[in-house]
């Protein structure tokens, strides 16, 4: 399965129309910042998240077996990338299933599983200190371009990958810190090992018309191994 996600709602961007009105809400220096901008309004949300973020997901699977024993098995890989830069989650998944008939009185059955995830989703989270994208938006004047400068003066288009000997503008005195910036450098990876066994057993030892003697025996075990960089 192919797919790709686009951000569907937005905070909204206030675009100011005069150096008086953005002298007037950000104080300072704002008034001669809007007039050297020339009155610029940059969305700053299209430009961080405005991209396409696709997906790809393939299953499989098979079965079969006879009277006496069953076989089953699936398979998983799933991408995800996220509408931030750098941001995504991958999933791939084995799953292994035996029914076994040994002789006529016992029963053996056996499973697997095998997960492996491994995310980066970034830097989105209510605190208080500025730091996710939708807190500094809040504060920043958008007259005022925050994207990355390249040394040769041109602008950072693709937030994810600046290019080399990036200089990234400072938000003060309005945030406390560059959303461009923060995507660029940032990293919050999460890789995670979970192996899953299980057995079941079943004797019968006795069976006539009138009673049954069965002995049973479950087993198994978890494996959970979380590593973050």
């Not at 150096?19 to 050297?36: H, K, P, R």
């Not at 069953?70 to 084995?94: C, V, W």
């Not at 919050?188 to 069965?214: C, F, Q």
Request: aromatic content about 10%; some cysteine; charged content about 15%.
């Amino acid at each position: 399965r192919l797919g790709a996600s686009y951000m569907s709602n937005k905070y909204g961007t206030r675009c100011f129309t005069s150096a008086e009105e953005a002298q007037g809400v950000f104080g300072g220096n704002a008034g001669e910042q809007w007039t050297a901008a020339k009155g610029a309004c940059h969305d700053f949300e299209d430009e961080l998240y405005g991209g396409a973020a696709p997906s790809l997901e393939t299953t499989g699977s098979m079965s079969g077996g006879n009277d006496n024993s069953k076989y089953f098995g699936s398979i998983l890989l799933k991408h995800e990338n996220g509408i931030m830069p750098r941001t995504y989650a991958d999933k791939q998944g084995l799953r292994l299933g035996l029914d076994q008939n040994i002789g006529s009185k016992f029963i053996l059955s056996l499973g697997g599983d095998i997960l492996h995830n491994l995310n980066d989703r970034g830097l989105s989270n209510n605190e208080n200190n500025g730091s996710p994208p939708q807190a500094a938006y809040s504060s920043m004047p958008s007259f005022i371009d925050y994207r990355g400068q390249c040394p040769n003066g041109s602008r950072v288009t693709d937030p994810g990958n600046p290019c080399a000997g990036v200089v990234y503008p400072s938000t003060a005195p309005y945030a406390f810190s560059n959303p461009f910036q923060t995507v660029a450098l940032l990293l919050n990876k999460e890789i995670v090992w979970r192996e899953i066994m299980t057995g079941h057993a079943d004797y019968n030892a006795l069976s006539t018309p009138k009673n049954t003697l069965r002995f049973s025996a479950n087993g198994g075990g978890d494996i959970f191994t979380q590593k973050n960089a």
